[in-house]
Each structure stands twice: as C-alpha cells, then as structure tokens.
C-alpha cells in the first residue's frame, strides 16, 4: 500500500497523519508532533479551536525537517466570520506561508456559508487544498451547487463501530476524498472484544487494526496520542494487511446502519 494519494485537485496527500486534537499547547503538542516527526509521520492535523497550533508550528521547525516535506491541516473555525482572516492568523501561529489543507471545521451557519472564503484563501495560495469537516451527504451536495473550487476532502468520524457507508460513497463518487477522524473512537473502541480478537491472531494491537481497517477502506486516518511509544506503533500499519473476512467482521461492528449523516447528534 502506498503512503500517499493524490486528491482531486491534484495535490498529494500522505494518509497517514497525527491528529492534536485535546493535546494541550505547549510541551505536550510540541513533544507529540516531534515524536510523530520522528517515528516517519509527514502529516499533522491541528484546528483554529484546538488552541495549539502555535505548538505545532515550533514543533515543526525545531525538528529540521523541511517544511515541504510535511503536510499540514488547519481547519477554520466557523464561528468566525471570515476565513481568509482567520488563515491569516493560523499562518503566523503554525509560522508558515501556507497550510497543506484549510478545511471549514463543521457547517456552522449552513453548509454554503464559508465556502466563498475557502476559495479565497486557496486562490491566494495560502491554503494548497481546501475542504470541509463533519459534511453529510446533503451538506457535500449544496457546496457542490455553489462550488467554484469543489471541495477536495471532507473529514469525517469514521471507525468500524461509525462506518458511513453512504457518506463514504456518496463523497468518493463526487471525488471528494474521505479522512477518518476518532478512528479510535477517542480511545473507546480499543477494548472491543473482536478487535482484541483480531489483533490477537495478527499479532498486532487493536489501535493497529484500527487503523489499518481506514487504509484498507480507502481512507486518510488520523490517530491521535500523546504517548511517544502509541505514536510509533500508530505508524505500524503498512507491514500487514487484514483479511477479507476480518475486514467483514469489522464492518459488521457498524452502529450508523451505514449512514449518510456526519454525525448522529451535532453540537452546531
Ligand atoms: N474535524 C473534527 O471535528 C474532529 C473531531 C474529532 C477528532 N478530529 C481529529 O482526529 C484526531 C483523532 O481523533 P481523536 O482525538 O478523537 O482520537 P483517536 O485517535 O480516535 O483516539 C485517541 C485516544 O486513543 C488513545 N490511543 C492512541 N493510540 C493508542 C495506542 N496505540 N494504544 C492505546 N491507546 C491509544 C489515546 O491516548 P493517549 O493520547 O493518552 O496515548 C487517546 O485517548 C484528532 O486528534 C483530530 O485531529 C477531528
């Protein structure tokens, strides 16, 4: 399996990444992105209203790798008013001329509402790839309507136990690529008795099969940790593949009935 892939806008993308969310700013994020930097990570998800993105950005200059070499990910904060501003202040926090993918963090407001600052902020080459986060199928549908940049990805909560299938579809049909976000489901799911199951046989553990259950079903994942040693084993999922029939036990874990929905309950 390769490690990256190429988003519609032609832009490539490696699909696995560190997510930061609920890491605090300061030494925590700034260890956690250095660990990630070092076990081979080349993709950090952070947010405007995950309040370390100022941690990130000293992370990733202290490390000496270059800046081209990683992918970064900031997402707007839509109880803003205007993205393009709110990038602004991401740039000078991250301490970088661009973000790799600036997505609107969920559709506050409606799903339209950002969109003509997105575009904005990718035309003026400040954002590479533009996107959107906590997308159902009805929300990808009117930001298509009004698009003149689609939307290259929508990151979405998505695990065995949240498997939106017609979410999945409906956005992969449309070219817009799907990123896992919780593929651990915050830690929740790492007990499930058949994840121990098949982590058991594979020799390997459940965040690891959890992990690898988002790549083998196409998407881009985000496991977050704030440990140095789950960071290095999160990056252990390209050595294994799991069987046809352990990915149909995972996907029978689903709990969404293969939804269409981002979420079950928002809090927009
Ligand atoms: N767009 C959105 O609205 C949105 C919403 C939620 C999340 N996200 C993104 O997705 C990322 C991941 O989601 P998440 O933060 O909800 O959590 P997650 O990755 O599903 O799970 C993280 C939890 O699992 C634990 N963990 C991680 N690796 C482990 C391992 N190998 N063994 C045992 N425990 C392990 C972590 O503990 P330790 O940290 O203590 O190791 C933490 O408690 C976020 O950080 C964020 O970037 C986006």
Avoid at 117 to 133: E, L
Avoid at 156 to 161: G, N, R, T
Avoid at 186 to 208: C, M, N, W, Y
């Amino acid at each position: 399996m390769t490690t990256t892939r190429t988003l519609a806008d032609g832009r490539e993308i490696p699909v696995l990444g560190l997510g930061v969310w609920q890491v605090r700013d300061g030494r925590e994020c700034a260890d956690s992105v250095r660990w990630a930097l070092e076990a081979g990570y080349r993709h950090i998800d952070t947010a405007q209203a995950y309040g370390n993105e100022d941690s990130v950005g000293r992370a990733l200059r202290d490390s000496g790798v270059p800046r081209d070499e990683v992918y970064i990910t900031t997402k707007f904060n839509p109880g803003r008013k205007d993205p393009v501003a709110e990038l602004d202040g991401s740039l000078e926090r991250l301490g970088v001329e661009f973000v790799d993918l600036y997505l609107v963090h969920w559709p506050a407001g409606g799903p339209t509402r950002a969109w003509d600052g997105m575009q904005k902020a990718q035309r003026s080459g400040q954002a590479r790839s533009i996107g959107v986060s906590n997308f159902g199928t009805g929300d990808i549908d009117a930001v298509l309507a009004v698009a003149d940049i689609p939307p290259a990805l929508n990151q979405i909560q998505f695990s065995p136990f949240e498997y939106r299938r017609d979410l999945r579809e409906h956005c992969e049909s449309r070219n817009i690529a799907v990123e896992a976000y919780s593929p651990l489901g915050t830690g929740r799911h790492l007990d499930d008795k058949e994840v121990a199951a098949i982590a058991e046989r594979q020799g390997r553990t459940p965040a690891q099969i959890l992990i690898r259950w988002s790549l083998q079903r196409g998407l881009i994942v985000l496991p977050k940790s704030t440990h140095q040693d789950r960071i290095a084993q999160n990056a252990e999922v390209f050595d294994f593949e799991l069987t046809g029939d352990e990915l149909a036990a995972l996907d029978a874990l689903d709990r969404t009935g293969g939804t269409g929905r981002a979420l079950e309950r928002t809090w927009w």
